[in-house]
C-alpha cells in the first residue's frame, strides 16, 4: 500500500494544465522484493482540482502471492474558488490485497476505507521552483474509527533549470493498531522521492518509504525503491 505523488497539487499553479504520469518502482525492503506501478491523474478547473492514483503491487515476498498482491487507489478534491491560498479538501481511500495460504489457495484482507476532510494550505515561489501544502483533516476510518485526525505535508523542490525534482509527502495520523500484544495508536508514513528528468515525459529516480506502525509492520521502517517515471 502506497502513497505517490500529490506534488500536481502544488504544480497546478505553474502549469494550468491537466498532468498524468505513470510509474514502476521495484521495492528493495524487507519482505517485499517487489514490483509497484502507479496511474496518476491531476486536472485543475475554475473550482478547484481532483487528483486520484491507483497503485497495484506484483507478489512480494511476505505475499507469496504469484500477480497483484494489492490495490490501493486514493481519489480528492480540493475546493477553490477564491484567491486566498486556502482550499477545502476532501478525500477518500481504499484497497484490498491477497496472500498465499498454501500452494491451491489465496487468503484476501480489505484495507479499511477512510473518509478524509479538512482545510489546505499551499504556498509557492514567484518561479515555481518550490513550494508546500499542508493540510489539517478530519478522518472517518470505516467499522475502526468514526473520528480521528490526519496532518499531511507535501512539498516539490526543482533544481539544475528543472533537471532534478525533490519532492514528497508526510502524514501522521491516529489510528489504533495491535501487534501481538502490543498496541499503538499512531501511525507516520513519509515518501521522499528523487527524479532526474531526462526530457520533459521520461524521468529516473526513485523514493524512500519511511514509516513507523504502517500498514502490517510494527515500528520503524525504511524501504528504499528505484523508479521510472513517464509524463504524459
Known amino acids: 500500500m502506497r502513497k505517490f505523488l500529490l506534488i500536481s497539487l502544488l504544480a497546478m ?10 510509474q514502476l518502482h521495484y521495492d528493495f525492503g524487507e519482505d517485499r522484493q517487489m514490483l509497484t506501478s502507479t496511474i496518476e491523474m491531476f486536472k485543475p478547473d475554475n473550482w478547484g ?4 492514483f491507483v497503485d497495484f503491487d506484483y507478489g512480494s515476498k511476505a505475499s507469496d502471492v504469484d500477480g497483484i498482491s494489492l490495490a490501493y487507489m486514493e481519489i480528492s478534491r480540493d475546493l477553490k474558488f477564491w484567491k486566498a ?59 475502526k474509527h468514526d473520528a480521528t485526525f490526519q496532518i499531511t505535508g507535501v512539498w516539490y ?33 513519509s515518501e521522499p522521492q528523487l527524479w532526474f528528468n531526462a526530457t520533459k515525459n521520461f524521468s529516473v529516480g526513485g523514493e524512500v518509504e519511511i514509516s513507523n506502525n504502517f500498514g502490517e509492520n510494527e515500528g520503524f521502517m525504511i524501504n528504499p525503491t528505484i523508479g521510472l517515471k513517464w509524463n504524459f
Open 157 to 189: 523542490m526543482h533544481f539544475l533549470e528543472g533537471k532534478l525534482t525533490f519532492s514528497g509527502f508526510a502524514d501522521f495520523w491516529k489510528e489504533d493498531n495491535v501487534f501481538g500484544t502490543n498496541e499503538t495508536s499512531f501511525v507516520f508514513l
Open 49 to 52: 482540482s481532483t487528483f486520484f
Open 85 to 143: 491560498p486556502i482550499s477545502i479538501h476532501a478525500e477518500f481511500d481504499g484497497g484490498f490485497g491477497q496472500y498465499k495460504i498454501d500452494p491451491d489457495n489465496n487468503g484476501a484482507y480489505s484495507i479499511n476505507n477512510a473518509y478524509l476532510f479538512g482545510p489546505a494550505f499551499s504556498w509557492n515561489n514567484e518561479s515555481f521552483t518550490r513550494g508546500f501544502t499542508l493540510q489539517a483533516l478530519y478522518k472517518h476510518i470505516k467499522d
Open 13 to 22: 499553479f505553474s502549469y494550468m494544465a491537466n498532468s498524468q504520469n505513470v
